[in-house]
């Protein structure tokens, strides 16, 4: 996904030298803006403190032309949201098709793709709109019934009796957890660290799927940095989640856009449910056959549930190397 966009580029330019204009711009920004508009339905509708705080700014995002965090932070986790979006969208891009509405120019999506349309501002507002408001509607009707978004935030699921509660849950388990009670998480593969912010993927950057760090791998494994349950383990095995034993859950997720890869280049030695214990090998991968098809293989580590700790840091500076076994994250309950 990450890649495909470009090619909208090549639609545009096409489009401008044959007609003076780009009709396909229009419906890409009716697509992001209707995105956007599903995300903020599901923000509003929420009373759950923690989707509210991701979904607000993600929908922000998403009408300013950077959909990942809108699309793969909150509609995709919800499914409805997302599909509720694209039918928003399709509207949106039927209406600028029937204005014959087209842009001058190529450049940014959403909100600002108004300035390549000015030759016929009120048609791009009112197929926006329609994009928006479908979108907006049919999340708000429809799409927000997942308990995670409905349920308000009850009052012993505040951060500091959560805090309480994990530290309860690490001392009674602290003869059998793998990761130690000082909070540290191990490296679950070797190479260079790398900060997550500088992650070249908004999604993982801006943390929306939690914090953490990141690593630029040297040898094709991944292991286990301590005793859990696999809970999540992606078809295309790119990507494995866990809950250690000490209630500590981790995302890691091998590369940028290698789910397009569709499982080549990887393979998974457990299955979810499985029980693992610190260093068992869950993941081996082909770097080079990865970089040859042109995906980056920039590993990030998450605390997915990172919001139930008072910080989440890393430990490796950036470039340093590391390997398994060393110290790569600080949790802080």
């Given at each position: 996904?990450?890649?495909?966009?470009?090619?909208?580029?090549?639609?545009?330019?096409?489009?401008?030298?044959?007609?003076?204009?780009?009709?396909?711009?229009?419906?890409?920004?009716?697509?992001?803006?209707?995105?956007?508009?599903?995300?903020?339905?599901?923000?509003?509708?929420?009373?759950?403190?923690?989707?509210?705080?991701?979904?607000?700014?993600?929908?922000?995002?998403?009408?300013?032309?950077?959909?990942?965090?809108?699309?793969?932070?909150?509609?995709?986790?919800?499914?409805?949201?997302?599909?509720?979006?694209?039918?928003?969208?399709?509207?949106?891009?039927?209406?600028?098709?029937?204005?014959?509405?087209?842009?001058?120019?190529?450049?940014?999506?959403?909100?600002?793709?108004?300035?390549?349309?000015?030759?016929?501002?009120?048609?791009?507002?009112?197929?926006?709109?329609?994009?928006?408001?479908?979108?907006?509607?049919?999340?708000?009707?429809?799409?927000?019934?997942?308990?995670?978004?409905?349920?308000?935030?009850?009052?012993?699921?505040?951060?500091?009796?959560?805090?309480?509660?994990?530290?309860?849950?690490?001392?009674?388990?602290?003869?059998?957890?793998?990761?130690?009670?000082?909070?540290?998480?191990?490296?679950?593969?070797?190479?260079?660290?790398?900060?997550?912010?500088?992650?070249?993927?908004?999604?993982?950057?801006?943390?929306?799927?939690?914090?953490?760090?990141?690593?630029?791998?040297?040898?094709?494994?991944?292991?286990?940095?301590?005793?859990?349950?696999?809970?999540?383990?992606?078809?295309?095995?790119?990507?494995?989640?866990?809950?250690?034993?000490?209630?500590?859950?981790?995302?890691?997720?091998?590369?940028?856009?290698?789910?397009?890869?569709?499982?080549?280049?990887?393979?998974?030695?457990?299955?979810?449910?499985?029980?693992?214990?610190?260093?068992?090998?869950?993941?081996?991968?082909?770097?080079?056959?990865?970089?040859?098809?042109?995906?980056?293989?920039?590993?990030?580590?998450?605390?997915?549930?990172?919001?139930?700790?008072?910080?989440?840091?890393p430990l490796a500076e950036e470039g340093s190397?590391?390997?398994?076994?060393?110290?790569?994250?600080?949790?802080?309950?």
């Open positions: 996904v990450g890649r495909i966009h470009h090619l909208y580029t090549v639609i545009d330019i096409g489009q401008l030298a044959k007609y003076g204009a780009t009709y396909w711009l229009p419906l890409a920004s009716a697509a992001n803006m209707a995105q956007g508009a599903a995300c903020l339905a599901v923000a509003v509708r929420s009373k759950n403190n923690k989707i509210r705080s991701m979904a607000y700014p993600s929908a922000l995002s998403c009408m300013l032309g950077i959909t990942e965090p809108a699309i793969f932070g909150v509609n995709l986790r919800f499914v409805k949201p997302f599909i509720f979006g694209s039918i928003g969208g399709a509207c949106g891009a039927m209406v600028a098709s029937i204005l014959h509405l087209g842009a001058t120019a190529t450049g940014v999506t959403g909100i600002f793709a108004i300035l390549l349309t000015l030759n016929h501002p009120v048609k791009y507002i009112i197929s926006m709109a329609v994009a928006m408001g479908v979108a907006f509607t049919l999340t708000w009707l429809f799409g927000t019934n997942n308990e995670q978004i409905k349920n308000e935030n009850k009052p012993s699921e505040n951060k500091t009796e959560k805090a309480e509660q994990s530290a309860q849950a690490m001392e009674t388990k602290a003869e059998n957890a793998d990761v130690a009670d000082d909070g540290i998480i191990t490296a679950p593969l070797s190479g260079k660290a790398v900060k997550l912010e500088n992650v070249p993927d908004q999604t993982f950057a801006q943390g929306i799927l939690g914090l953490g760090a990141a690593i630029e791998p040297t040898e094709g494994k991944v292991v286990a940095p301590g005793d859990g349950k696999v809970e999540t383990l992606f078809d295309t095995f790119h990507a494995v989640g866990l809950t250690l034993d000490n209630g500590k859950e981790l995302l890691i997720h091998v590369g940028i856009n290698t789910v397009e890869l569709k499982g080549e280049g990887f393979k998974a030695y457990v299955s979810e449910g499985d029980r693992v214990t610190k260093g068992q090998t869950l993941i081996t991968f082909d770097m080079d056959f990865i970089k040859s098809k042109g995906y980056q293989t920039v590993t990030p580590v998450l605390v997915s549930n990172s919001d139930d700790f008072a910080s989440v840091e190397e590391v390997s398994i076994g060393d110290k790569l994250i600080k949790v802080t309950v």
